[in-house]
C-alpha cells in the first residue's frame, strides 16, 4: 500500500496493522508524521486546548524485588536508606499538595514483599478518611499482578478491594515495552506483558480509569514498539461500552544514567528529540481508540514538549510536585503550574487544567 493511502486509512481511523505501523514509523518523513497526527489530534481533540494537572508522585516504599535494569530507585530490604512512608509524611506531603491546589497523589512503590493487600487498603483507606476529596492515582498493573499471587487470590479481588478502599485510578506503570524478549532482559521480575494487560482488561470491567505509557529507547526494535500500541488498541477495543479504558498514552524515553542497563550491558538510551516526536506522531496516527496522547516534559524538556503539541500530543502531563524514579536516572526537568501555562501558550494553544479523567478543571 502506498504511503498516501496509509494516511488515508488513518485519518479515517481505520486501525493500522503492525506492518503498515512499522513502516511508518523506519520510512515516513518527519514532517508528514507530525502534519497527520495533527490532524488526528484534531478529530479527538477539537480546538486549540492543551491540558496540564497539578498532582504529587508519592513512593509508597522505595523496597523493590523486581530490580530491573532501568531503575536506580530501588533498594533491597536491609539497605541503609530502604524506608517505608509513614503517615505523618502522608500527611506532610498531602498538605503541601492541597496548599497549591492540587487534589490527587500518584502513590507507586514498587514490589515490597513485606506489604500485603490488607497494607494498601488500610492505607488508602486512612487517607481518605484524613483528606476525603483527595484522588488516589495509585499502584500499577505489575503491583496488582504481584499482590494476587502474594494473596494466591485473583486479579479481580484484589482490584475490587482496592477500588473499595478509595482507589480512583490505576496508572499504566510497568508497561516498559509489551514484549516478553524485551521484559527479560530489562525486568525480568516484573508482570509479564500478557499479565500487564489483563490486568488492564479487569481494570475495565471495573470501569477503572486507566492509563497505558510506553519506555523505550533501550533494547527493543521499532516493530516492537509498533506491537506495544497495537495490543494497547486491542485491549481498548475490548472494553465495556461505557468504560473508561485507557483515558489516556504517554510514552518517554529511558533515562540512562548511572543504570545496570548501560554500567553493565552497555545500553545508552537512543533518544533524540525528533525520534521522540516521530514516537508521539505514530502512537497518535496508531492509537486510533485513545483519545489523550500526552508528552512526557518531564523527560523531553521544555523545546520538544511544545513541538509534541504540534505532532499530536493534546497534554503535557502535571507539575509533578515530587519525583523519585525518573530523575534518579537523569531527569532534571522540573516545571511548576506557571511554567506548564507558559510552555503551551508558547507553543500556540490554549492551557487547560485538566483532572486525572481529563475532566477541566476551572
Same mark, same amino acid.
Given at each position: 500500500?502506498?504511503?498516501?493511502?496509509?494516511?488515508?486509512?488513518?485519518?479515517? @481511523?481505520?486501525?493500522?496493522?503492525?506492518?503498515?505501523?512499522?513502516?511508518?514509523?523506519?520510512?515516513?518523513?518527519?514532517?508528514?508524521?507530525?502534519?497527520?497526527?495533527?490532524?488526528?489530534?484534531?478529530?479527538?481533540?477539537?480546538?486549540?486546548?492543551?491540558?496540564?494537572?497539578?498532582?504529587?508522585?508519592?513512593?509508597?516504599?522505595?523496597?523493590?524485588?523486581?530490580?530491573?535494569?532501568?531503575?536506580?530507585?530501588?533498594?533491597?530490604?536491609?539497605?541503609?536508606?530502604?524506608?517505608?512512608?509513614?503517615?505523618?509524611?502522608?500527611?506532610?506531603?498531602?498538605?503541601?499538595?492541597?496548599?497549591?491546589?492540587?487534589?490527587?497523589?500518584?502513590?507507586?512503590?514498587?514490589?515490597?514483599?513485606?506489604?500485603?493487600?490488607?497494607?494498601?487498603?488500610?492505607?488508602?483507606?486512612?487517607?481518605?478518611?484524613?483528606?476525603?476529596? @483527595?484522588?488516589?492515582?495509585?499502584?500499577?498493573?505489575?503491583?496488582?499482578?504481584?499482590?494476587?499471587?502474594?494473596?494466591?487470590?485473583?486479579?479481580?479481588?484484589?482490584?475490587?478491594?482496592?477500588?473499595?478502599?478509595?482507589?480512583?485510578?490505576?496508572?499504566?506503570?510497568?508497561?516498559?515495552?509489551?514484549?516478553?524478549?524485551?521484559?527479560?532482559?530489562?525486568?525480568?521480575?516484573?508482570?509479564?506483558?500478557?499479565?500487564?494487560?489483563?490486568?488492564?482488561?479487569?481494570?475495565?470491567?471495573?470501569?477503572?480509569?486507566?492509563?497505558?505509557?510506553?519506555?523505550?529507547?533501550?533494547?527493543?526494535?521499532?516493530?516492537?514498539?509498533?506491537?506495544?500500541?497495537?495490543?494497547?488498541?486491542?485491549?481498548?477495543?475490548?472494553?465495556?461500552?461505557?468504560?473508561?479504558?485507557?483515558?489516556?498514552?504517554?510514552?518517554?524515553?529511558?533515562?540512562?544514567?548511572?543504570?545496570?542497563?548501560?554500567?553493565?550491558?552497555?545500553?545508552?538510551?537512543?533518544?533524540?528529540?525528533?525520534?521522540?516526536?516521530?514516537?508521539?506522531?505514530?502512537?497518535?496516527?496508531?492509537?486510533?481508540?485513545?483519545?489523550?496522547?500526552?508528552?512526557?516534559?518531564?523527560?523531553?524538556?521544555?523545546?520538544?514538549?511544545?513541538?509534541?503539541?504540534?505532532?499530536?500530543?493534546?497534554?503535557?502531563?502535571?507539575?509533578?510536585?515530587?519525583?523519585?524514579?525518573?530523575?534518579?536516572?537523569?531527569?532534571?526537568?522540573?516545571?511548576?503550574?506557571?511554567?506548564?501555562?507558559?510552555?503551551?501558550?508558547?507553543?500556540?494553544?490554549?492551557?487547560?487544567?485538566?483532572?486525572?479523567?481529563?475532566?477541566?478543571?476551572?
Amino acid at each position: 500500500m502506498q504511503r498516501d493511502q496509509i494516511y488515508n486509512k488513518a485519518l479515517g @481511523l481505520q486501525p493500522l496493522d503492525i506492518e503498515e505501523g512499522t513502516g511508518l514509523y523506519e520510512n515516513a518523513p518527519l514532517g508528514e508524521l507530525m502534519f497527520i497526527a495533527s490532524r488526528l489530534r484534531q478529530i479527538h481533540n477539537p480546538g486549540r486546548k492543551a491540558g496540564w494537572m497539578i498532582d504529587r508522585n508519592v513512593n509508597i516504599s522505595n523496597i523493590c524485588i523486581s530490580r530491573c535494569a532501568f531503575c536506580n530507585f530501588c533498594r533491597r530490604k536491609d539497605s541503609p536508606d530502604s524506608y517505608v512512608t509513614s503517615m505523618d509524611q502522608y500527611r506532610q506531603k498531602t498538605d503541601e499538595l492541597f496548599r497549591i491546589g492540587g487534589d490527587q497523589l500518584l502513590l507507586q512503590g514498587g514490589m515490597n514483599p513485606a506489604l500485603g493487600l490488607d497494607f494498601y487498603c488500610s492505607l488508602f483507606r486512612e487517607l481518605k478518611k484524613l483528606y476525603p476529596s @483527595l484522588k488516589l492515582h495509585a499502584l500499577g498493573p505489575p503491583e496488582i499482578v504481584f499482590l494476587a499471587k502474594k494473596e494466591k487470590t485473583t486479579i479481580s479481588r484484589v482490584l475490587a478491594d482496592l477500588i473499595e478502599a478509595g482507589l480512583d485510578s490505576l496508572p499504566g506503570a510497568g508497561a516498559e515495552i509489551l514484549s516478553d524478549r524485551v521484559r527479560k532482559i530489562i525486568s525480568p521480575a516484573k508482570a509479564s506483558a500478557d499479565e500487564w494487560l489483563e490486568v488492564m482488561r479487569i481494570a475495565h470491567r471495573f470501569n477503572l480509569p486507566t492509563s497505558a505509557t510506553m519506555m523505550y529507547g533501550h533494547v527493543e526494535t521499532v516493530r516492537e514498539r509498533i506491537e506495544h500500541l497495537v495490543r494497547l488498541r486491542e485491549v481498548q477495543e475490548e472494553k465495556p461500552v461505557n468504560s473508561y479504558g485507557f483515558i489516556a498514552f504517554i510514552p518517554w524515553p529511558f533515562q540512562d544514567k548511572d543504570t545496570r542497563l548501560r554500567n553493565k550491558l552497555g545500553i545508552k538510551s537512543t533518544y533524540t528529540p525528533p525520534e521522540y516526536l516521530r514516537m508521539i506522531a505514530i502512537s497518535r496516527i496508531m492509537l486510533t481508540n485513545i483519545r489523550n496522547i500526552q508528552a512526557s516534559v518531564l523527560t523531553v524538556g521544555r523545546e520538544t514538549g511544545m513541538l509534541s503539541l504540534h505532532a499530536g500530543a493534546n497534554d503535557l502531563g502535571s507539575v509533578m510536585m515530587e519525583e523519585n524514579v525518573v530523575s534518579s536516572a537523569g531527569s532534571d526537568n522540573r516545571f511548576s503550574a506557571d511554567d506548564l501555562r507558559e510552555i503551551i501558550s508558547a507553543a500556540g494553544f490554549e492551557p487547560q487544567r485538566r483532572n486525572q479523567k481529563y475532566e477541566e478543571v476551572k
